[in-house]
């Protein structure tokens, strides 16, 4: 009999939360472009949504979005009727969520696609290298604007690392979400907090580089030093904490918040136990924001949830799905 009590806390981020003024051109872009369903949708209850986020004491209108029938690297999308701030899209040296990656079968089709119908991307497909150890790995990437201030970023991985959407169908042109993205003061307390002695995921790189193409990519000042850590679960979404030498933009952690601001605004983890993650939360110098509550919604099914913030300030909601 396998001993589960050896397995991680989590496996993932189960999904990345984005808040909408309106729910059409999210689907349009999501579900007409890059080929997500609708996996399920209707309300998270009032007192579930304001024990969780703090949205006061009506439901909060939910739809979640998958690839290929996975029920990782998922998209949430929450209504937001009065958002804490306008939509605005992070930079890359704002504090803070920044984007939420995929990866692209073809970028360069993808990009000449969006640019027919008219949709231009930040940063057109660019490949720049990085040095893991003793190999040089080789990315190539674009991003593009989607509705209330997100950034999706493409990624044609020159090996692709586990997907589920993938897996359960090859020729898809895109998959489910295979990172978030945080920048953050402290990338050690990030990494010890989601790493093997915190939340329980692997820690597969940290580096620091600079290099021209990803500058360009990122829209970074020249000769940027950037740290980047790349911590993996059994199932994607990874995360992908960076740090960048130097001075910081904007601090958007006060108006990234989830169900009251809009865009890509936090994060749905699923557990196998409650208890013991909280434990790790508490342990890593995380936060316990809410007491767990039972719910029955589309992001949760019929679970135990909870919200946390990491040591960055990063807003995190953890759930255990009922036996």
């Not at 295979?178 to 692997?202: K, N, Q, R, Y």
Request: aromatic letters at 6%.
């Amino acid at each position: 009999m396998h001993d589960r009590s050896t397995d991680p806390l989590v496996d993932g981020i189960t999904a990345a939360l984005v808040g909408v003024t309106d729910f059409g051109p999210h689907l349009d872009f999501f579900c007409g472009r890059l080929g997500y369903e609708v996996a399920a949708e209707g309300e998270v209850p009032g007192p579930v949504a304001g024990a969780l986020w703090g949205t006061g004491p009506s439901g909060v209108e939910a739809i979640a979005l998958s690839a290929a029938g996975a029920d990782t690297g998922q998209i949430h999308l929450v209504r937001v009727p009065e958002p804490l701030a306008p939509a605005v899209r992070p930079h890359n040296l704002d504090v803070g969520l920044i984007g939420i990656d995929m990866y692209a079968k073809d970028i360069e089709t993808a990009h000449a696609q969006f640019a027919e119908a008219g949709i231009g991307w930040s940063s057109p497909p660019a490949t720049y290298a990085v040095a893991v150890g003793d190999q040089e790995v080789t990315v190539t990437q674009g991003v593009c604007p989607a509705p209330d201030g997100t950034a999706v970023v493409f990624v044609q991985p020159a090996a692709a690392r586990g997907t589920a959407a993938w897996d359960a169908d090859p020729e898809r042109l895109y998959t489910e979400l295979t990172s978030v993205v945080c920048h953050v003061p402290d990338a050690d307390a990030e990494i010890a907090f989601w790493g093997p002695d915190g939340l329980g995921m692997s820690l597969w790189y940290d580096v620091v580089f600079s290099s021209p193409g990803f500058d360009a990519v990122a829209d970074l000042p020249p000769g940027t030093r950037m740290r980047l850590a790349f911590l993996a679960g059994e199932r994607t979404a990874r995360i992908e904490v960076t740090s960048a030498e130097g001075e910081h933009r904007v601090d958007r952690r006060p108006v990234q918040r989830p169900g009251r601001s809009l865009g890509h605004s936090g994060w749905t983890v699923r557990t196998r136990d409650l208890d013991a993650v909280l434990e790790a939360v508490r342990r890593t110098d995380g936060q316990v924001t809410a007491t767990p509550i039972e719910t029955d919604d589309p992001f949760h099914g019929k679970a135990t949830a909870t919200s946390v913030t990491t040591p960055n300030g990063i807003p995190v909601t953890l759930y255990e799905p009922s036996s």
